[in-house]
């Protein structure tokens, strides 16, 4: 199940990688928002995110208007990597090497063609793990130092 959320700022391009999910076969799990009119990001964000963290939800995608809302919001969430991405490689490494389960995209920065590439590539890639386990080990031991 993929967790989905977005302000009004990426409510167009939530519907969009919704759409797109659906049709490649993934469930999904839409936290709003549900139209264009004015809401808080850290709602929505906060909402989505803790599905992920609490198992609901194997994986997460936030979006807003730059995608830096949804991003801050979401690292708040003890566990929770996101990232945010608007370029493939950076899409790609998130997963390799620091395992986000949240990716973040910005619908005022990217357009829909790009963000759905983005999405692809998140999903298809995987964490390689080796010398990446100890450092996101790290920010686990790090974040209960808060
Ligand atoms: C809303 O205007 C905008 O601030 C929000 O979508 C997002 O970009 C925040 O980071």
């Not at 700022?9 to 990688?17: A, N, T, V």
């Not at 990232?83 to 493939?88: F, R």
């Amino acid at each position: 199940m993929i967790a989905l959320a977005s302000d009004h700022g990426g409510f167009r391009l939530k519907e969009e990688i919704k759409e797109y999910l659906r049709e490649k076969g993934f469930q999904v799990k839409d936290f709003g928002t549900d139209g264009e009119g004015s809401v808080d990001y850290p709602d929505f964000a906060w909402r989505a995110t803790k599905a992920v963290a609490g198992g609901e939800c194997q994986k997460g995608i936030l979006i807003c208007g730059t995608g830096i809302g949804m991003s801050i919001t979401a690292n708040k969430v003890r566990g929770i990597r996101a990232a945010l991405c608007h370029d493939s490689f950076s899409a790609r490494m998130a997963r390799e090497h620091n395992d986000a389960q949240v990716l973040c995209l910005g619908q005022r920065v990217v357009g829909t063609g790009l963000a759905l590439d983005l999405v692809r590539i998140w999903l298809e890639s995987n964490f390689t793990g080796g010398r990446h386990c100890s450092r996101v080990e790290k920010i686990e031991q790090y974040e209960k130092e808060k």
